[in-house]
């Protein structure tokens, strides 16, 4: 049974900064794709930031310079530090898995949420202006 457990959510002001942490159980491959997907009210998710088992990493365009996605691979764990947040980036964000080699292509991991095929049960995420 593959779980994902998010940690790290809460409140901050805009500009400020949040490490979001996703420990993973369930399985023993440590090359497997994980992201990080967010989701607003209204909104579809969007992929916020990807990492492959080899470190490669991929960002949306809309968070590149401000957020850092890294995973421990001893200890299944996928990290998001979040830099300047803005109010538009409240949401809850959820941490994802591909252990079906769906969501790996030549150059690293995709965005597409039809890819992972597990998902925590999401963190919140509140900026307020």
């Known amino acids: 049974q593959v779980t994902l457990v998010e940690s790290g959510g809460g409140s901050v002001q805009d500009g400020g900064s949040l490490r979001l942490s996703c420990a993973a159980s369930?399985?023993?491959?440590?090359?497997?794709?994980m992201g990080w997907f967010r989701q607003t009210p209204g909104k579809e998710r969007e992929g916020v930031a990807q990492?492959?088992?080899?470190?490669?990493?991929s960002y949306a365009d809309s968070v590149k310079g401000r957020f850092t996605i890294s995973r421990d691979n001893r200890k299944k764990t996928v990290y998001l530090d979040m830099n300047s947040l803005k109010p538009e980036e409240t949401a809850l964000y959820y941490c994802?898995?591909?252990?079906?080699?769906?969501?790996?292509?030549?150059?690293?991991?995709?965005?597409?949420?039809?890819?992972?095929?597990?998902w925590g049960q999401g963190t919140q995420v509140t900026v307020s202006s």
């Open positions: 369930g399985y023993n491959n440590i090359d497997y794709c």
């Open positions: 994802v898995v591909d252990t079906q080699g769906r969501a790996r292509y030549a150059g690293g991991c995709s965005r597409w949420e039809s890819n992972y095929n597990y």
């Open positions: 990492i492959d088992g080899s470190g490669r990493v």
